[in-house]
């Protein structure tokens, strides 16, 4: 270890969510922060925090981008493909290749691609058998990165997020949106994962990379969706939403094939191989801790 972190930099395609939340991190520490966004307010937002920042939408040919990934030591994709592929890989492999300090590749997937197990066990050993489009299109995207990281010599890894809550984006803004849903199928569950939990096993990978990585980054406890509802209610003192059977629910195509996966994910080689200790290993830690964060 002993590395000079004030001379790294941080360049994330699609600087969203989860990889705002690493980066925030790695400013403190003296990291220079790039990246990309859609949004035109957004991306005002993040050149606030005085991150270098561009917009992009998929498109080949933007000079700009290409500018601002010069000195990138490393590069986080979280930018899912389309149904021509990864935008970066298929319109940026030669700006990337061309990057002589970078040390470090992670590819932001999803435990979606291990596809439904009936609520059985998986690990990073299981074979990955999508069973829509968007999961497919991940899973080759993976092998393109894996690939493409071999090629040119950089560790690349992949981390499979389970459901992703935090400040803002968890059971407790929707009950107090009105817009939590109690959904019950028997059998169903599934993990989550804390922005914050995220971010510690992608600081941890890039303290220790390992070409051709790949990680769950989940939780200690799956749990069914409606549980996780009915404890946010009681942390906010409110009555729970009633209950609808996942047949009479009325569900968008992409949420439907959520229900369609049971799964509990492994999160064993997080913990043994990049020591990673969670501080949200249930639903309930985290949604505890989020609730002073609401009444400020």
């Not at 994330?12 to 790039?34: H, Q």
């Not at 690990?123 to 999508?130: A, G, I, L, V, W």
């Not at 009325?250 to 492994?266: C, H, N, T």
């Not at 913990?271 to 505890?288: F, M, N, Q």
């Amino acid at each position: 270890m002993g590395e000079d972190w004030s001379v790294s930099r941080l360049f994330c395609f699609g600087l969203g969510y989860s990889a705002e939340t690493l980066a925030r991190r790695l400013a403190t520490k003296g990291w220079s922060i790039a990246g990309t966004a859609r949004d035109l307010g957004n991306i005002d937002r993040l050149r606030g925090q005085r991150y270098e920042v561009c917009r992009f939408a998929g498109e080949p040919g933007n000079a700009e981008l290409a500018a601002a990934l010069a000195g990138t030591t490393h590069l986080l994709l979280s930018i899912p493909p389309g149904t021509d592929g990864d935008p970066v890989l298929r319109h940026y492999r030669d700006p990337v290749a061309s990057l002589s300090k970078l040390d470090w590749i992670g590819y932001l997937s999803t435990v979606g691609v291990y596809g439904n197990h009936a609520g059985a066990v998986v690990d990073e050993t299981t074979m990955p058998r999508p069973n829509n489009q968007r999961t497919k299109a991940r899973v080759v995207a993976e092998s393109d990165w894996l690939a493409f990281g071999g090629e040119i010599g950089r560790p690349t890894q992949i981390f499979r997020l389970a459901g992703i809550y935090g400040p803002g984006r968890s059971a407790l803004d929707k009950l107090k949106a009105g817009t939590a849903r109690r959904i019950i199928k028997p059998g169903q569950v599934f993990n989550r994962i804390h922005v914050e939990d995220i971010a510690s096993v992608l600081e941890a990978s890039i303290t220790r990379p390992r070409a051709g990585a790949i990680y769950n980054v989940a939780d200690d406890e799956p749990a069914p969706p409606e549980e996780v509802i009915d404890y946010g209610a009681e942390l906010l003192g409110m009555g729970p939403p009633p209950e609808v059977s996942f047949g009479e629910a009325e569900l968008s195509p992409m949420a439907r094939s959520f229900y369609g996966d049971s799964r509990r994910i492994s999160n064993a080689l997080i913990k043994s191989e990049l020591g990673v200790r969670l501080a949200y290993p249930t639903y309930r830690d985290g949604l505890k801790a989020l609730v002073p964060l609401r009444s400020r």
